[in-house]
Structures are given as structure tokens and as C-alpha cells.
């Protein structure tokens, strides 16, 4: 992981079609990553479909094209949505950037923690 250590967070994935069907699992942070990550098949059974395929590229800099939904995402008491990876099925699922800002939470480099900005950016 680049520059947050092994911060993991517990964090909800929910089709927003059917807020009855959920993946929970502990997710490791990553502020170098843009998008969240879950096992493909996990987003399957909770009924989230593949909306697209986008090029990423991955922690050794080799490219990879990948499927992605769109899920609700809960984390740390907070709420908000966003693209969701489809991963192999032993992936570690990854909380991404995107994900944190736009709740207000950002990576506190300097002693690899999560803290909450007093206000987030409308600038």
C-alpha cells in the first residue's frame, strides 16, 4: 500500500436497487487508489451489475482492464456512492480516495490514520 501502511476499515457495500442485499468485509485502505476494489463474485450475489470496464493500473505498474458497478458504500458512519471494482475472487477488497473525500475522511500520512476534515472542499 502506498504510504498509509495497513489501515483496514469494516465497510458495507449495498446494491442501491435493493438496499436489502449487502457485502460487509474489512477493507484495506488505499489512498493510492481511486476506486474501491471487492471479489467480482461478491458484487454478483448482492445483484450489482457491470456497468462499464476502465484500464487501471496496478501496485507493480502493469495495466489491467477491469469490470465496475455502481455501489452505496458505508464506512465509519458515514454514507456515500461510488464505482466499485470487480475483483478476482481472492482479492483484498480496497476502500479508495474517492470514496474517503467525498464522506470527508482523508489519510493522515504522517501517523497512517483516518481523520475527518472540519469541512469538506466546495472550492
Do not use: H, W
Not at 40 to 55: F, H, Y
Not at 77 to 97: N, Q, S
Amino acid at each position: 500500500m502506498r504510504g498509509v501502511g495497513l489501515t483496514k476499515v469494516t465497510v458495507k457495500l449495498t446494491n442501491p436497487a435493493a438496499l436489502d442485499r449487502s457485502y460487509e468485509a474489512l477493507f484495506l485502505v488505499d489512498a493510492g487508489a481511486t476506486d474501491c476494489l471487492a471479489p467480482g463474485e461478491e458484487l454478483r450475489k448482492i445483484g450489482i451489475p457491470e456497468e462499464g470496464r476502465m484500464a487501471y493500473e496496478l501496485a507493480d505498474g502493469q495495466v489491467q482492464e477491469y469490470g465496475y458497478g455502481l455501489a452505496r458504500i458505508e464506512f465509519m458512519g458515514e454514507i456515500t456512492a461510488g464505482r466499485v471494482i470487480f475483483g478476482e475472487p481472492d482479492v483484498e477488497p480496497i476502500l479508495g480516495v474517492t470514496a474517503l473525500e467525498s464522506v470527508g475522511i482523508m489519510v493522515d500520512p504522517t501517523n497512517k490514520t483516518l481523520k475527518r476534515l472540519p469541512a469538506i472542499p466546495l472550492k
